[in-house]
């Protein structure tokens, strides 16, 4: 039986570079479409590691696929990549390095990794919801600054806040109302709060007074 393999993946819109740490294969590139890579998962041995670096979006298919065929996924950090391929010393930066950087990285620290759990229906809604808030308030807030310096359109300027405000209320009870079901949920919304890019999110819906304590973030 063939051993399990340790494989780095570099995740692009376009196309998905792979290395294996046990060097089992040479650096492969491919179509980042769910038939090619489903045919290439099939060659790799059962229980095998995947670490993709979490990439805007576009590792979420790929890992659920993985995850669904039975691998074991791992969705890493950048800069914890990052700060490990100046550690090993690597140079430069390319598609291909980074794949064998992320395959040395999850060889070498699978033991304290969490692995990729796919976000139930619900959990997937309740981010979408948050960020598209998000997104929504940081518009608000620019629109309210731009209108400022442009006399004339008060009226309508006012008109249009008044219908971001009324949406972003909508999302507010659709998230609270969601989160209200479980624990589980809640607590997705206190980790929500801890990611960098929806930090603001929990200062300006009040989800935290409403539905979890605030967690304590690193300044």
């Known amino acids: 039986m063939q051993s399990k393999l340790t494989i780095g993946m ?42 993709l670096e979490a990439s805007g979006g576009y590792h979420e298919p790929v890992a659920e ?11 890493l950090n950048p800069k914890d990549v990052h700060h490990y391929a100046r550690a090993l010393g690597a140079r430069g930066k390319t598609d291909r390095l980074d794949a064998q950087v992320i ?8 033991a304290r990794l969490h692995a990729f759990v796919p976000l139930s229906a619900d959990e997937k809604l309740l981010r979408e ?8 308030v940081n518009a608000k807030s620019m629109l309210q600054q731009s209108l400022r310096v ?23 009870r659709k998230l609270a109302e969601i ?16 990611i960098n890019c929806l930090r603001h999110v929990s200062k300006s819906f009040g989800l935290q007074s409403r539905l979890v304590p605030r967690p304590s973030c690193p300044a």
């Open 10 to 51: 570099d995740i692009g819109k376009a196309e998905v570079v792979v290395a294996c740490h046990e060097s089992a294969f040479a650096v492969l590139k491919m179509a980042n479409a769910v038939p090619v890579l489903r045919r290439w998962l099939a060659t790799l041995p059962a229980g095998s590691r995947l670490g």
């Open 65 to 75: 696929l993985a995850h669904s065929l039975g691998f074991t996924v791992y969705i």
């Open 129 to 136: 919801l948050a960020r598209r808030r998000a997104t929504l």
């Open 179 to 194: 989160a209200a079901r479980s624990s589980e949920r809640a607590a997705l919304v206190k980790r929500l709060q801890t």
């Open 103 to 110: 395959a040395a990285y999850v060889a070498e620290h699978n």
């Open 150 to 172: 442009l006399p004339g359109f008060e009226r309508e300027g006012r008109e249009l806040l008044r219908a971001m405000g009324s949406f972003a209320d909508r999302l507010e």
